[in-house]
């Protein structure tokens, strides 16, 4: 049997039996207040009837018949009882419905009324039949002269309780059908939220999603209509950072804002990069619907941390190969140059021709040696410096550069380095200035590594310099951009350090960013 039939048959049979026992209970407490109102009613008139006078004097004359008989006659026709009967002090009858009794002793005791008590009896037997009776004592003064009984016919009350209790089970028979009627919504109800599966269909469900959930390399993260938090796993929490309640609201999370937009806009998202902490993060997210009705976003998470630092390393090896192998096609033309003069017999202008190649030469940042003493910060410039010349840009060193030591960790240095130089190198390009240069530089402070990078372009517009290390935002037209300054920062930070903008370049030169990298140096030297 399914489960939803069991649920079902048991709450009929629990209305069933909560019914029942209340119609018992009623039927008892309504029996016996039939029983004590009946009982009352014959007590009142047994007292209205020892107080007439006449019935006091004939009882205490105990004189039997006449006017007791008559008035026993009228008070039984006139309250429609089985019987009224008066007695003397001994419990003689002087007056009964069946003339032949008179004169002799009463069926049931007498004892309490002529006891001066009244008595509300339940239902006794007499010579009349079952009746339920009361008892009142006839005082003529001080002294009881006699006692008078009143009795109903049980068939009264019972047939008050008989028309009561069906009108009771009715409405006990109306509550049973609504509370089947209850039962079978509240089932159907329970099938439509389950989706007609069975508890131990559910249990499987519950441990299979949190296999998933807990057993996955990736991040998972779903939230419902309300962009409130429904569903996530360990790994979600690990790779942003920061913990997930379940039901708090997204926009109350310390999150990226791509991850925030991505929820908020709940349009299909894939290979999105953000910056999380140290991490940089996949994010892919599609929208949930059940039977077209939207009912949140689910947002995977995939660690890229690894794979965008060899990337970045990568792209370094490139760049360097790429100035090595310009510096090979433009050392090949001078060669060619003055092998020429040279064959040609002009000595002179092949002395002047080198000479000029030596002056030229001494300015490039990547022979100044006992400026920069580390390997791969003069790899990066030379590197930097070739990109500049190719695009009709001047790269140079400030005056004041001076790194006597070798850099700690090459990757988060060149990613700083690299990103900051390639903004400026972009914004110089476009800037109205000429000619259009960038100026490096790098200052060693014991284990410290101080950056600062200037060009000549049109400064930071005023609108994106408080959101312009956020992820996302760029001064560039092109798409996929945004993620520069903010690996910058995030290496920075990652180190104790940071990168801020110190001129947003509204005065005689462009924008000035510097940064501040603690422990990037060896203090040895």
């Known amino acids: 049997m399914r489960f939803s039939r069991q649920v079902l048959l048991l709450q009929i049979g629990v209305v069933l039996l909560v019914v029942g026992i209340g119609v018992a209970l009623v039927s008892v407490l309504l029996s016996q207040t039939l029983t004590d109102q009946y009982g009352r009613r014959a007590l009142a008139i047994a007292k209205s009837v020892a107080a007439d006078p006449v019935v006091v004097a ?82 003529q003064g001080a002294r009881v002269v006699g006692e008078v009984s009143v009795g109903f016919e049980v068939g009264d009350p019972t047939g008050d309780f008989n028309r009561l209790l069906t009108i009771t089970l009715l409405f006990a028979g109306g509550a049973l059908l609504l509370g089947a009627g209850a039962s079978a919504l509240l089932n159907r109800r329970l099938r439509r939220v389950t989706h007609g599966l069975e508890p131990h269909e559910l249990t499987e469900l519950l441990y299979e999603r ?28 690990r790779l942003l950072g920061t913990e997930l309640p379940i039901g708090a609201a997204m926009s109350e999370l310390p999150l990226s804002p791509r991850v925030h937009k ?22 892919n997210s599609r929208a949930v619907r059940l039977d077209d009705r939207p009912i949140g976003t689910v947002l995977t998470f995939r660690d890229r941390t690894d794979l965008d630092t060899l990337t970045r390393e990568l792209d370094g090896i490139r760049a360097l190969s790429d100035g090595l192998r310009a510096q090979r096609h433009e050392f090949a033309n001078r060669l060619h140059t003055l092998y020429g003069l040279l064959q040609l017999g002009h000595h002179t202008e092949a002395v002047e021709y080198l000479q000029t190649l030596t002056d030229s030469s001494s300015a490039r940042p990547s022979e100044l040696g006992d400026a920069v003493a580390d390997p791969y910060l003069q790899a990066l410039l030379v590197a930097k410096t070739e990109q500049a010349q190719e695009k009709g840009l001047i790269l140079k060193l400030a005056e004041d550069t001076w790194v ?54 049109p400064g930071v517009p005023a609108d994106l310099r408080r959101t312009l ?45 510097v940064a501040k990298l603690p422990g990037m140096l060896t203090e040895d030297g």
């Open 210 to 237: 949190e296999a998933v959930l807990h057993g996955i390399g990736e991040g998972v993260l779903a939230v419902d209509e309300a962009n409130r938090v429904s569903v996530r796993n360990d790994e979600a929490e």
């Open 58 to 139: 004939n009882a205490a004359a105990k004189i039997p018949g006449g006017p007791l008989e008559e008035r026993v006659l009228a008070v039984t026709k006139a309250n429609e009882a089985l019987f009224v009967v008066i007695t003397d002090d001994k419990g003689i009858r002087l007056a009964h419905p069946t003339e032949s009794l008179i004169g002799q002793k009463v069926s049931t005791s007498p004892d309490v009324a002529l006891a001066g008590f009244d008595e509300v009896s339940a239902v006794q037997s007499g010579t009349l039949g079952l009746s339920v009776r009361s008892k009142t004592p006839i005082r």
């Open 262 to 283: 991505a929820v908020e806009e709940g349009r299909p998202v894939d290979n999105l990069l953000a910056v999380a902490g140290n991490r940089v993060l996949v994010i």
């Open 469 to 513: 290390f956020d992820e996302g935002v760029s001064t560039k037209i092109a798409p996929g951009h945004g993620l520069g300054l903010a690996l910058a920062r995030q290496a920075a930070r990652a180190r104790g350090g940071d990168v801020w903008l110190a001129d947003p370049g509204e005065g005689e030169t462009g924008a000035l960013f």
């Open 404 to 457: 006597p030591t070798t850099v700690t960790d090459p990757i988060a240095a060149n990613t700083l380095i690299g990103n900051l130089v390639d903004n400026a190198l972009h914004a110089a390009r476009m800037g109205p200035r000429r000619p259009a240069t960038v100026e490096v530089g790098l200052l060693a402070d014991g284990g410290t590594l101080h950056v600062s990078v200037v060009d000549s372009g």
